[in-house]
């Protein structure tokens, strides 16, 4: 998926279930979305995210950590 795809799931996910999407969890699509979401979490404070640059992607992610 796109990263404003990913992002829109995960908001949705998170307005519906009020928490972040585990990587423990049993349904596939959940998993990978939280698995992407530690891993842009580990990137961006590593300073090594490659969305970090754009202003969209770092308002938008800036949300969720």
């Known amino acids: 998926f796109p990263v404003t795809i990913r ?3 995960i908001k949705d996910y998170i307005q519906k279930n009020n928490k972040l999407p ?10 990978k979305l939280g698995y992407w979401l530690v891993c842009q979490a580990r990137n961006y404070k590593q ?3 490659p969305y970090s640059h ?9 949300y969720y950590i």
Do not use: G, P, R, V
């Not at 754009?54 to 800036?62: D, K, M, P, Q």
């Open 7 to 9: 992002l829109e799931k």
């Open 22 to 31: 585990s990587q423990d969890k049993k349904n596939e699509k959940i998993k």
């Open 47 to 49: 300073n090594q995210s």
């Open 54 to 62: 754009t202003i969209y992607f770092y308002s938008s992610y800036s």
